[in-house]
């Protein structure tokens, strides 16, 4: 007694997503059979393909894109002295939405958690340190989540950059602790940027 | 300032989900994107082929199946005098776990719903009258949830039926009203069984 294979199967690959139990894959799953026609099951695996095809990360700042480099990077207006490090790349969408900043941005795909097993190595500071050789940087704005990992991850970079010439700066608290940047309405980020501080 | 193209394409595929608004698909689209790798997407994308391809509605039942006709339907040693109706292949599921029941089942994939504009044609009743006009069958069980739906589904259907000689009942109280079955614990569901009564 159980589903047919090609709806386990479903279930089992849905289950891969974060916060998907195995009631809420066999809900999608069964939806899919009953609710979704062909051609709506046409255009969820196109997305996909075209996710495999046409997304990587930006080389120059980690951005999620389909263009090399992204649309940030290749925008000549962009205030090149300034790049705000964030963990993750929806975090630069809602920066961008605030039309406060016309700066870079560097997206570090994660942040320093040991009880995950991720360390600096695991995540895109590498990247961000040669991208500060370029003496046009004069400020590196760090816009990681006031999470504990968030927070490891700012002191950490700011540590590695003390004898720098760069200024490193901490966005302002107005964003609560423990909530992550891409829940946060635009004025509470712009005013985390106006009041960022001198680490 | 937006995502790439194939990034909104999937936000707007994952949203055909019930209850996965923007932010839950933007997640899910962005897990895709940083976490799993080529292999884990063809294995979704295969899995949605699958189900294309292997899935369809059982001719006699309703069931979801991949063979005609379901492993139910061909079981030779199930005792047809007895169909249990259910909206769901999920409902068949649950109950088959109880191993009480061991005759055959007739799935409407889906309930009336006036407010909804799902009307008695909109649903599997059509096939049920068909399979009742085989005299081996000698009683019909209403396991309709218990919900405003079900309830209405479970009326209309034995209203259909009052003046056939099969014997029509209504699966017992038991599984809370307004809860779904396919939440409802094997013990709930056997005492549901064994308490139905004739309507």
Do not use: W
Request: net charge negative; proline share 4%.
């Amino acid at each position: 007694m159980r589903y047919p294979d090609a709806i386990d199967k479903l279930i089992e690959a849905l289950r891969k997503y974060p916060g998907v139990g195995r009631k809420t894959a066999e809900r999608f799953a069964l939806y899919t059979v009953n609710r979704l026609n062909d051609e709506a099951i046409d255009e969820i695996v196109d997305a996909y393909l075209r996710i495999k095809e046409d997304i990587f990360k930006c080389p120059i700042c980690g951005n999620i894109t389909d263009t090399d480099p992204c649309y940030i990077c290749k925008d000549q207006s962009r205030d090149k002295s300034t790049i705000i490090v964030i963990e993750e790349a929806k975090d630069l969408i809602v920066m961008e939405k605030t039309n406060k900043y016309h700066g870079l941005y560097h997206v570090l795909n994660g942040a320093i958690s040991p009880s995950d097993g991720i360390g600096p190595e695991d995540i895109n500071i590498k990247g961000l340190l040669v991208r500060l050789k370029d003496e046009t940087i004069k400020e590196v704005i760090l816009a990681t989540n006031l999470s504990n990992e968030g927070e490891t991850t700012a002191q950490y970079i700011s540590r590695l950059l003390q004898d720098s010439t760069i200024l490193v700066t901490r966005i302002a608290h107005g964003i609560p602790a423990g909530g992550n940047i891409e829940y946060a309405d635009e004025i509470t980020i712009s005013k985390a940027l106006e009041g960022r501080r001198k680490l």
